[in-house]
């Protein structure tokens, strides 16, 4: 809202950056149900129907949902750098993956990739 302050810890993604997630949410449900118990189930099944279609998305994310979006992204720059992705969406395998990384970093997490 107009006015109204962005609260200090929140992250915006930007419509690249989600159909990043949203590729890496489709292809790593493995990674998604490890963190079943520590994130709530229903939430859980909605991530990926956040991130979907979104032309921006902000929200103060918990530390366990940093972990699994960093989580997500690492597999995601693993899959595709492989040689054996396909992206549904029309964006090329550099963007997504550039897109990735600046995710990764923004989280909080220096892990190189």
Not at 69 to 78: G, M, T
Request: aromatic share 8%; hydrophobic share 40%; charged share 25%.
């Amino acid at each position: 809202m107009i006015g109204i302050p962005d609260h200090p810890k929140l992250i915006r993604f930007s419509e690249i950056e989600c159909c990043a997630i949203a590729a890496a949410c489709k292809c790593h449900w493995e990674i998604i149900r490890l963190f079943n118990g520590l994130i709530q189930e229903n939430y859980l099944k909605l991530l990926p129907k956040m991130f979907l279609n979104s032309r921006e998305l902000g929200f103060v994310p918990w530390n366990y949902e940093k972990d699994l979006l960093v989580s997500l992204a690492e597999e995601e720059i693993k899959r595709l750098k492989s040689g054996h992705a396909i992206l549904w969406c029309g964006c090329s395998f550099e963007t997504h993956i550039d897109n990735l990384k600046k995710i990764i970093k923004r989280l909080g997490k220096s892990k190189e990739v």
